[in-house]
Structure formats: structure tokens, C-alpha cells
């Protein structure tokens, strides 16, 4: 199975390489990606220097345009895609049919992959895509379980990618408007989620408020650690109580999941966090190089031992493992 | 401009679904309905026996009928159900998952507001391959509105105008999760909230509804200040998604000022008392968060 890693810039791109991944995935800093944070990601210099770099060292490229093109302004996705042809992208990580058709007809030699963005999450979505725009990969939404994805490659030629490292969506993805309900921006259109400018910490009878858009998220007590406010991970009040009634703050950790993965035929492994720092990328890298070479070795899947590394500190391997849901 | 009434999204009795529908049939000023089940799999065969009479029903009223596909299909059940809804010739299906238009072909058909219709390219893809309606995502700002609509003057764009505004969709039940149930065990709790289980912050400000795997907005979207700007962009119908309330009240108000009976905001304040303590919105078609009221009038 190929490691597919993030980059949100020129320096965590070579770590990344240097640390043993497959390929890498970034984007151009604009909203054409659905990691659009302020200081992340690359020009189209930085992306035809990097591409460059990676090739060097053996290393795949895939661009993500993975946003919804906003109506009357479809030429900044259209450019992004020639840029990223021209750059010599390996792929391109795409989810909107419009960008998915442009790349199909402009250059029909690409190779396209389905981004997450798309939820593309049986066979018969997947055909749509393959017969549509050629697409040969598909990035699978984190909705499905093991079983369920090994019953969609044996309906399937198209290759598949799979998340098992970092922030994990609850919702389906591409489907999700909560973040604009609070903020205005959302992932789909201006490719942020719970963005850093509309959060906000204020202390409150001796507890920590997180808001976002002026929405209490969480309430944390003096001595508990006050996680940040994505929207999907807060902790709410409904009739039958409160807590965390859509998810618990962990992120996404299926290292312990390799054998079933590979076993159901999955194509590539996708680790989160084109927003994380170099050092975060090639520790998690590093990990999971070492889990598929004892993999490779016939050796039971250590978990990636990177507690640390996650978001509240605490993980699960999501909808993997069918009781998630 | 007409008005649609879009699938009831919660999880509603049989008796009381079917009830609602021969009453839409025999007195609501809509043109065309929505039926089915879109959010939840496990929900659908509540509703078989009942179906064709509403259907029926809906059709001597002089109704168009709109058969809802579901959200999100990643279940073999769920492939089933989409794949018998779609075996028909006779049904006009409202597309709400990509899935569907594999084996749709260039049959027509309509696209719901849980395909991600962003752009004008994205639009004139699917009417190429048989979309006649299309009804737009609610997150779109007027902006979006303006130039999709313009792009395809023969294809009936919608815009959702009335109701909660489903967010989201997820392979996991939050109705269940809060009843401390699994999804597969779930006791249909969501049953037991009509219009939605209401979600508060931890400061108690209303914030959101739970629909078993959907989640919605707690405020209610209300385009009827918007009606002139939805006309002059080339909207050719209304979405009303049904709530806990009286619809045909809802849908009357909305016939009302479309035709110029009622000015907007007399139609607001009568709307607020069809479906009393629940916020209007339509930030969304302002470009401004989702919660917010805006635009004329505020």
C-alpha cells in the first residue's frame, strides 16, 4: 500500500520525502483547496520546485483542487488545474464535477483521483466518476467500514485511497455546512472548516469558552485542557443531557487497521494535516513507514505510538469498526 | 414562480405521514411534492404501504410527484433502495446522491439539494445528462443563485426557501448516540422529536436540530424577503421543507407573496405565528453565516 502524505509547505513537503513517503499531496494557496489556512500552502513556484524536489527523490506529487469552483469564477480552478498539469503534478485530487469534467476534456492524459470532497461512498458512485472522467483513484469518505470497503473493491477496479492518521470528519465530507452555518465560511466553498478568524476563548466563573461565530463550542474547567472549538467536536446540551453528542474531541488513528486494509484491497494509505509543522509530519510518516514494513514482515500491526501527536490526545479508528456508528 | 414541497425529513408515524401528505393533495397551493425517504435507510419501509395512495392521492390533485433518493447510500439496504427506486420509467426521482445518475442515464429527472450544485459547469453537466429541475444546495449565496439560473434557462432551478437547513450527513446516528443506542439497535428514538431533537449550546443558546444521521439548523430559513431578488435571478420554484407546523398555512403565505397579495413582511410576521419560537434566517443567500437574518427589511 502506497503512503500518501500531506504538505502545506515547502519544508514539511521535503520532510515528508525524506521521511518515506510514497507521495505527497498539497495545494496552491487559494481557495481552490479545502485546506485554505492563512501561510499554508504552495505558489505555483513553490509547487513546480517542490514537484521537482519530489521527483528527484522517487516521490509522486498529487495536487489537491478539491473546493466547489464558485459560480462565475470558475477560471481560478481552471487555472489551478492547468497550473498544476503544467507543473507536472502525478495526479490531481479533485471533487467538483465541474473541475472533474474541465480536467477530463483539457487533458485527457491526467490522471484524476476523486477527492474525499466528492463522498463518493459505494461502487455505483465510484462508476459514475470512472465512466464520467476516467478518474482511477477514488479517496474514500470516512464513513465506511472495513468490511464495507473491501465489498466496494470487489465491485471495483478503480484504486483507493484511504484516511488513517489525523483529523477526522464525523460528517459526510463535501456534505457538511455547519462550519458557514456559524461562520459564513465552509469547506466546501472557501475550503476552511471552524476557521481560527471566528474563534474566540473567554474566561467565564473560572472556566474556559471556547466560541465559534459567537457559538459556545465547549466549556473547559480550570484544569482541563481547552481544546480548539471545531464545530462537529464541541460539547452540546440536547433534552437527554450534554456532552459530545456528535464526537468526542480524538482524531483518527487506524494503524492497528493495516492488515484489514490491506487485506481488503485498499490501494493507499492518506495521513491528515497539510495545516501541521514539518516535524508533526515526518514523526507520523516515519510511524507509519515502520507499521507497513512490519506489515511487510508478516508482523502483528503495532499501533502508530503516537498518542501524542493527536488532537486531545485521544484516538479511534472512526467508522472503520462498524459500533463507531 | 412556483412552490415545491420538499420530503418530510423527519422521522414521522406512517398514519401521520400519509395524513399529512392527502392534505397537501387536497388543499396545499403547491405544484409539485417530494416524497420518499432521503435521510435514513432503516426508516423506508415504514412508508411502502402507504406510498402509492399518496402518490395516487398527490396526482388527481393535479400534482407533479417527486420520488426523494437518499442522502447518503453506502449500505448494501441502501444501494437496494436506490437502485428499485430508480428501476421504474414511470417515477420522476429527485437525485440527492450522485449514485443515482450511473444508472439514470439521460432518463430525466430532477437534482435535489444534497447534490453539490456549486457552479454553472456543475449544473449544466447534469442537465445535459437529464436534470430538468435542479434544486440548489441551501448554502448558496444569491451570487451563486444569479449566475447558475442565468446559465440554464431551460432547466428549472429551485431554491430551498422554507424550513430548518439540513448542514450535514454522517454514517452515524446522533438521535441513537444521544439515547445511548447503536445505530442498529436504535428504537427509532427519532420518533420522538417531529421537528427535530434540539441542540444547545452550553451557554443555552438554540443552535441546532438532530434528525437521526442529519443534522439541521435550529432557525428556520425564510427566503419570503428575498422573493424579488429570487425572480429578478430566474428562480422558477420554491423549496418548502415540511416542519411541525401547519404547511399549507406556510405554503399560502408564500403563494401570497409571490403573487403580490401580501407584502413580505406582513407574510413574516404571519409566518411567525404558523411556526411560533423558531428564528427566521437566510443568511446563506446573504453570503453571511448561516443563523443570520439579512437583507431587506432587517
Redesign the interface.
Known amino acids: 500500500m502506497e503512503l500518501i502524505c500531506p504538505a502545506g509547505t515547502r519544508a514539511s513537503l521535503e520532510a515528508a520525502v525524506e521521511a518515506g513517503a510514497d507521495a505527497i499531496y498539497c495545494g496552491f494557496c487559494d481557495e481552490t483547496n479545502a485546506r485554505n489556512f492563512p501561510g499554508l500552502n504552495f505558489t505555483r513556484e513553490d509547487m513546480r520546485a517542490g514537484i521537482a524536489f519530489a521527483h528527484r527523490h522517487g516521490v509522486k506529487v498529487m495536487v489537491a483542487i478539491n473546493t ?7 477560471a481560478l480552478w481552471e487555472s489551478a488545474i492547468d497550473d498544476a498539469v503544467e507543473a507536472g503534478a502525478d495526479a490531481l485530487i479533485l ?4 473541475t472533474l ?2 480536467a477530463a476534456r483539457r487533458h485527457p492524459q491526467q490522471r484524476l483521483h476523486v477527492s474525499v470532497q ?8 465510484i ?3 470512472v ?2 472522467f476516467g478518474a482511477q483513484r477514488v479517496v474514500l ?1 470516512r ?2 467500514s472495513v468490511p ?1 470497503i473491501a ?1 466496494i473493491m470487489r465491485e471495483t477496479t478503480c484504486e483507493t485511497e484511504v484516511f488513517v492518521f489525523g483529523g477526522l470528519c ?3 465530507e ?5 462550519s ?5 465560511k ?1 469547506p ?2 472557501q475550503g476552511v472548516c471552524s476557521p481560527a478568524s471566528h474563534v474566540a476563548y473567554k474566561e467565564q466563573r473560572g472556566e474556559v ?1 471556547s466560541t465559534l ?1 459567537g ?5 473547559f474547567a480550570k484544569d482541563e485542557p481547552a481544546g480548539y472549538p471545531t464545530l ?1 467536536k464541541g ?8 456532552g459530545y ?3 468526542d474531541p480524538v482524531s483518527l488513528d487506524a494503524a492497528t487497521m493495516l492488515p484489514a486494509l490491506r487485506a481488503a484491497g485498499v490501494t493507499a494509505l492518506k495521513i491528515e494535516g497539510r495545516q501541521r509543522g514539518r516535524a508533526y509530519i515526518a514523526q507520523v510518516v516515519r510511524a507509519f513507514r515502520r507499521s507497513l514494513a512490519a506489515l511487510d514482515a508478516g508482523m502483528p500491526a503495532p499501533a502508530a505510538g503516537l498518542a501524542a501527536m493527536s488532537e486531545g490526545q485521544a484516538s479511534t479508528v472512526g ?1 472503520y469498526r462498524k ?3 | 414562480m412556483q412552490l415545491t414541497l420538499g420530503p418530510v425529513l423527519y422521522h414521522w408515524s406512517p398514519e401521520r405521514w400519509r395524513d399529512f401528505h392527502y392534505r397537501i393533495a387536497d388543499e396545499a397551493q403547491v405544484e409539485t411534492v417530494v416524497v420518499g425517504e432521503a435521510v435514513c435507510s432503516k426508516r423506508a419501509p415504514f412508508k411502502q404501504d402507504y406510498l402509492p395512495g399518496v402518490v395516487e392521492r398527490l396526482e388527481a390533485a393535479g400534482k407533479r410527484v417527486v420520488h426523494a433518493s437518499l442522502i447518503l447510500v453506502s449500505l448494501a439496504r441502501e444501494r437496494r433502495q436506490t437502485r428499485e427506486l430508480m428501476a421504474s420509467d414511470e417515477v420522476m426521482v429527485e437525485v440527492n446522491d450522485l449514485t443515482c445518475l450511473a444508472s439514470l442515464a439521460n432518463r430525466p429527472h430532477a437534482i435535489g439539494p444534497f447534490v453539490n450544485v456549486y457552479n454553472e459547469a456543475t449544473a449544466r453537466f447534469l442537465a445535459a445528462r437529464g436534470a430538468t429541475r435542479i434544486c440548489l444546495p441551501p448554502e448558496l449565496p444569491l451570487s451563486a443563485v444569479d449566475a447558475i439560473a442565468a446559465a440554464l434557462t431551460d432547466t428549472a432551478i429551485e431554491v430551498f426557501a422554507f424550513g430548518k437547513v439540513p448542514l450535514a450527513i454522517s454514517a452515524r446516528c446522533y438521535h441513537a448516540r444521544a439515547h445511548k443506542l447503536s445505530k442498529d439497535n436504535c428504537r427509532f428514538v427519532c420518533e420522538l422529536d417531529a421537528d427535530g431533537m434540539p441542540v444547545r449550546t452550553l451557554d443555552d443558546a438554540d443552535f441546532l436540530s438532530v434528525n437521526g444521521v442529519q443534522t439541521l439548523s435550529h432557525s428556520c430559513a425564510s427566503l419570503l424577503r428575498d422573493i424579488p431578488a429570487l425572480r429578478q435571478a430566474g428562480v422558477a420554484s420554491l423549496r418548502l421543507s415540511p416542519q411541525d407546523c401547519d404547511m399549507v398555512a406556510v405554503a399560502q403565505l408564500f403563494r401570497d407573496a409571490i403573487d403580490g397579495r401580501l407584502d413580505a413582511a406582513e407574510a413574516e410576521r404571519r409566518l411567525g405565528a404558523v411556526y411560533p419560537g423558531i428564528p427566521f434566517a437566510n443568511g446563506f443567500l446573504h453570503a453571511v453565516p448561516g443563523h443570520v437574518r439579512a437583507g431587506p427589511g432587517i
Open positions: 466547489f469552483a464558485r459560480a462565475g469564477a470558475l471533487a467538483d464535477v465541474a469534467d474541465y466528492a463522498g463518493a461512498a459505494n461502487p455505483d458512485a462508476r459514475f466518476y465512466e464520467s469518505p464513513v465506511l464495507e465489498a464525523v460528517m459526510e463535501g456534505r457538511c455546512s455547519l458557514s452555518y456559524a461562520t459564513g465552509s466546501n466553498m469558552v461565530g457559538f459556545t463550542i465547549n466549556r462537529c460539547r452540546f446540551s440536547t433534552p437527554q443531557g450534554s453528542i456528535f464526537e467508522a459500533t463507531w456508528r
